[in-house]
């Protein structure tokens, strides 16, 4: 049994469907539903919430004029006051001993508070990085002796890091062999085809060295900086951060992205547990690969 | 399998990837824009600022200076008689709204993107940490539902996680459980629960952000603000009835409002997917469910 129809048989998976759904989509999915259970009734009672999504969807489309908003409210409401003093005939002196006054440096003050706020945000924005397409050809090579439970675990990790993170090439290396090379692959000079993975070379080198001495991930930002990139020669030479991930100490996982810094503190550590969970499935197969080895020599 | 977990808790903050903080004790503010070059590179962020005191989030500052100025023009107002000129209540006026509208910033600031950290998850109180699974499932199952809970609890704002895979259940985390009765009438209560609430027929997922405490089902502990659904759902065979079908769902629950950012849900989903590849693999194989 081909291990991918395991997967070609779930319904193909697009994280951006079905997320969020506002419970205003509730009656549509009491009249299709057919079970005649009471939680439709208790689920769509609901309702209030689609106001407040409202408000959060306004402000996500329109981020940059919100930011600048306070800015501009408070700008107008200090312009207001002086004009609201000149046209009254009051002196422009800043002092507290009428009523007026007072009133009108309250006002001042909240109007200050709300340019300083609008200048915060603004700082706070953060920048967009563009995405950069891999330069390569798509690969898809999976070692063909594995367990099918472990081939879909595999896919099941490729799958996941695709559509989630900005990862668009992933090797795997366990036990001294490519066991997974898939996505995006450097193209090969001489026939078009993806540059497959040395792994005894890619072991002496000090990269998986490095990672390996420390045991912990090591997340390479901004990959055209690295000095050691010349040893991931299977990844697009313009892929932009690199997440390598030690499987226990017997292998890595090589994990490639198409945006500098694309790789969040919550997709790192998502990746260190799932590096774990591949690292305890592969060492049950163990003697699965081991076989593969002593065929592949 | 009755490990619990030591310190579920991990607060997950999305780095602000431009400036850093600076840290000031006074409260002076003072915006220097003259060290900056061209107007496109101004550095803002000298404006940000904190006063050290723990547990005090300084985004909410213009919501105490919104109260604190609104309530002082109002005292203004009516504590030292004499007539009020038309100007004052101009000016009066316009101070309220402004006031009212600096109450309502740190709340729209909650939605910009690369904007404060979620509140970190509380535990509850009066409930007990559990981990319960069902008895009829094969060890692979186990050790993946015991990972994925732990993984969930770990790495969202969670604080108790379900997951219900073709009627079989495993908990992990605070649950309002009855106190004193063994796992199997835990697990018999909470399928009870469950059929109540109709969470077994669930198409799409549910997401609040924020439950009143009176809509909160009744097997959540006391304090759950969020609550993320995610169903597994696949396509069936070609000649079944319905498309698709239900396999089970993820339920995760936390005392933090909008606990889940989209990644988050994007990565719960993944997991959920994770099982939807083992039940599956199992269907193909087997044809008849989770071998024992």
């Known amino acids: 049994m081909e291990a991918g129809s395991i997967l070609n048989s779930i319904i193909p998976w697009n994280p951006k469907r079905s997320l969020c759904r506002k419970p205003s989509n509730f009656p549509r999915f009491v009249r299709a539903s057919s079970s005649p259970q009471s939680q439709e009734q208790k689920r769509g009672y609901r309702g209030p919430k689609p106001t407040r999504d409202w408000v959060a969807d306004w402000v996500r489309n329109n981020d940059d004029a919100v930011r600048s908003l306070p800015i501009y409210v408070g700008g107008a409401s200090l312009l207001a006051v002086l004009f609201n003093r000149t046209v009254s005939g009051i002196a422009p002196v800043a002092d507290a001993s009428s009523s007026q006054s007072r009133a009108d440096l309250l006002t001042l003050s909240l109007a200050v508070t709300n340019i300083l706020t609008g200048l915060v945000w603004l700082s706070i924005r953060p920048k967009s990085i563009s995405v950069v397409n891999p330069e390569g050809v798509e690969c898809r090579n999976i070692c063909s002796r594995l367990p099918d439970l472990v081939v879909s675990e595999l896919l099941w990790a490729w799958e996941s890091l695709s559509a989630v993170t900005c990862c668009r090439s992933l090797v795997v290396i366990y036990d001294s062999i490519c066991i997974l090379q898939i996505g995006m692959a450097a193209e090969s000079r001489n026939d078009g085809e993806a540059v497959t993975v040395d792994a005894s070379k890619l072991m002496q080198g000090s990269v998986y060295q490095g990672v390996m001495r420390s045991g912990a991930q090591s997340y390479l930002a901004n990959l055209l900086l690295y000095p050691g990139r010349s040893e991931l020669p299977f990844l697009p030479s313009n892929t932009q951060a690199v997440i390598l991930q030690p499987l226990g100490d017997k292998g890595i996982a090589i994990i490639g992205g198409d945006t500098i810094r694309g790789f969040t503190t919550s997709d790192q550590s998502w990746i260190a547990f799932i590096g774990e969970k591949l690292d305890a499935t592969l060492s049950k197969y163990a003697n699965a690969v081991s076989l593969v080895m002593q065929d592949g020599i | ?292």
């Open chain 2, 1 to 292: 399998m009755s490990v619990l977990l030591a310190n579920p808790f991990i607060k997950f903050k999305i780095p602000l990837r431009s400036g850093a903080k600076t840290t000031k004790n006074s409260i002076s503010i003072s915006a220097r824009l003259d060290n900056s070059q061209q107007q496109q590179q101004l550095n803002l962020s000298v404006l940000r600022f904190t006063f050290g005191i723990p547990g005090f989030d300084e985004s909410y500052l213009p919501r105490w200076i919104g109260y604190g100025f609104g309530s002082l023009l109002i005292l203004n107002h009516f504590a030292f008689s004499g007539s009020v000129t038309p100007a004052q209540l101009r000016t009066e006026v316009l101070g309220l709204s402004l006031a009212g509208f600096s109450v309502a910033l740190p709340y729209l600031g909650k939605f910009l993107q690369g904007a404060n950290p979620m509140d970190r998850a509380t535990l509850p109180e009066g409930a007990e940490q559990i981990f319960v699974m069902s008895q009829n499932v094969s060890d692979t199952l186990k050790e993946d539902l015991a990972w994925a809970t732990y993984v969930l609890l770990r790495n969202s704002n969670s604080v108790s996680v379900l997951i219900s895979i073709r009627g079989e259940l495993c908990i992990r985390g605070y649950w309002n459980s009855p106190n004193g009765v063994s796992k199997t009438q835990v697990l018999e209560w909470l399928e009870r629960q469950i059929e109540k609430i109709g969470l077994s027929d669930l198409k799409d997922s549910l997401y609040f952000p924020q439950i009143a405490d009176d809509e909160v089902w009744e097997m959540l502990p006391k304090g759950t603000s969020s609550l993320f659904v995610q169903p597994l759902i696949r396509a069936s065979d070609p000649n079944a009835k319905e498309m698709e079908m239900v396999e089970g769902f993820v339920l995760l629950a936390s005392s933090a409002r909008y606990a889940y950012s989209e990644k988050d849900k994007a990565w719960i989903k993944a997991i959920a997917y994770k099982f939807l590849v083992l039940v599956v693999h199992y269907n193909l194989n087997s044809g008849i469910g989770f071998p024992n």
